[in-house]
């Protein structure tokens, strides 16, 4: 995969100016991937076996972590949101979110501090998270079957999960949003069912139309469940209202019978919004990534671990910027010339 430097051109716009794109895109969140391990094996996002993991002395150290969070933040970013892999695997990832949560922009606010994890390990965690500076949650969780549950994820840890959603309902974090993969004959029999469960835990049901990103490269768009047809399931239970004012946010929500409780639908697929996004990603590794579907990845390990590490910030702001001036209109998986990433979700990071 292509890996490209940062250029002297880049410099145009200085340390400390927003993060903006050649198309007017205004970059206000960092995606952070903590490692590529993860509890369970998702069919559309790993292998069961013979997973080929990030090597140890590749994956970021807590210091280089919070090093390009500072820069990021000094340039406009105001959420980092921690992401795997699952995140909660990290043995430092209490110290992780209270160093992020540390971190104000340059009009001295702190920024927002979000997660998404499979939940497994947050009845032990959630209360020091919380403590650490944890603001915000999105958990998966693709059925509430446990025959399903284990095929999907090859591993019988339903209870676990659902602890977890119990844990985060009573921690009083909100927005609590809860994902779900929609698979056509898989689980899109459970669509009102997944949306009860969450309302049920003051939380929000978010659908994701199914992505090219599984490791193994078999992506079928005809298994997907289409956002008209999730609206369409949903709407026999409930009238939909569209919530006005999404901005940069990848799921469009609509109100559940006018409210309180919505559902959103992520339709990267059938109804793109990548003319709003506003996100960029940085791997377990080190590499900078200006879109979820990208072929091109900016190195920061090199400038990370230069020695001496002299004018770093500067170096990182650099680098920060190349990924933003590189950033293409859109994904392009509706052309016939669109190729998948060749790392899996796991290692990109959501």
């Avoid at 969070?69 to 992401?83: E, H, K, N, P, Q």
């Avoid at 047809?229 to 559940?256: D, F, K, M, Q």
């Avoid at 506003?278 to 400038?303: I, W």
């Avoid at 671990?305 to 190349?322: E, K, N, T, Y």
Wanted: net charge negative; proline share 6%; with cysteine.
């Amino acid at each position: 995969m292509p890996r490209p430097a940062a250029h002297a051109s880049d410099a145009a716009a200085a340390p400390g100016d927003p993060l903006v794109d050649t198309h007017g895109r205004v970059h206000r969140d960092l995606r952070i991937s903590l490692t590529d391990r993860c509890s369970l094996r998702c069919t559309y996002c790993m292998p069961e076996q013979g997973n080929e993991w990030l090597a140890k002395s590749s994956i970021l150290t807590l210091d280089e972590i919070v090093a390009i969070a500072r820069v990021a933040a000094s340039d406009g970013i105001t959420t980092f949101r921690l992401t795997g892999g699952e995140p909660l695997l990290r043995a430092d990832i209490v110290e992780v979110v209270r160093r992020l949560a540390a971190i104000s922009g340059p009009d001295g606010r702190p920024v927002d501090i979000a997660m998404t994890t499979n939940g497994i390990r947050l009845p032990d965690v959630l209360p020091a998270l919380v403590d650490a500076g944890l603001r915000r949650l999105n958990i998966s969780i693709d059925t509430l079957r446990r025959d399903r549950f284990h095929e999907l994820t090859r591993r019988d840890r339903l209870d676990d999960v659902l602890d977890g959603i119990a844990a985060a309902a009573a921690s009083g974090l909100r927005p609590l949003k809860l994902n779900a993969v929609a698979m056509r004959d898989v689980n899109d029999d459970e669509l009102v069912d997944l949306v009860e469960f969450a309302t049920a835990h003051d939380a929000q049901m978010r659908f994701i139309e199914q992505m090219p990103l599984d490791a193994g490269h078999t992506w079928d768009r005809s298994r997907m469940v289409t956002q008209d047809e999730i609206l369409a399931t949903l709407s026999s239970r409930w009238s939909l209202e569209p919530v006005p004012g999404r901005g940069g946010a990848p799921a469009a929500r609509w109100l559940l019978d006018g409210g309180p409780h919505t559902v959103g639908v992520i339709a990267s697929v059938t109804a793109p919004f990548c003319g709003d996004c506003d996100r960029l990603r940085l791997t377990a590794d080190g590499q900078l990534r200006n879109c979820l579907f990208s072929t091109t990845e900016y190195d920061l390990l090199p400038v990370l671990r230069a020695d001496p590490a002299a004018g770093l910030d500067v170096d990182i702001d650099r680098m920060l910027r190349s990924c933003v001036r590189g950033k293409l209109p859109g994904h392009a998986i509706n052309d016939p010339s669109f190729l998948q990433p060749v790392r899996g979700m796991n290692a990109i990071g959501g």
